[in-house]
Nanobody
């Protein structure tokens, strides 16, 4: 059974940092694109960042550019999201996701596996 499990969420003050992890089990995603999404309270899920296999290419939403960094350690089958300079608007449930057979950025519907999410709350 394939599982993606997020960890590292929590409560942090504005300006602080958190590092999210996404551990995969049941299969490897070394050749596949993985990404982070978030869903703020009362809003729809939105794209945060994505990374191709071996970290060859990274993509991020304009709202987090310069503050969030996505990375992966394929030896550990784990992806990370380093979040710095957090602001109240970053408050959301953060989800990791992975594609089964693709290694390119594309629409949300192309993600085949999703984690359960981890809550990030930024207090102002």
């Amino acid at each position: 059974q394939v599982q993606l499990v997020e960890s590292g969420g929590g409560l942090v003050q504005a300006g602080g940092s958190l590092r999210l992890s996404c551990a995969a089990s049941g299969r490897t995603f070394n050749s596949n694109l993985m990404g982070w999404f978030r869903q703020p309270p009362g809003k729809e899920r939105e794209f945060v960042a994505a990374i191709t296999s071996a970290g060859g290419n990274t993509y991020s939403a304009n709202s987090v550019k310069g503050r969030f960094t996505i990375s992966r350690d394929d030896a550990k089958n784990t992806m990370y999201l380093q979040m710095n300079s957090l602001i109240a608007e970053d408050t959301a449930v953060y989800y990791c996701a992975a594609k089964s057979g693709r290694n390119k950025l594309g629409p949300t519907r192309e993600y085949d596996y999703w984690g359960q999410g981890t809550q990030v709350t930024v207090s102002s």
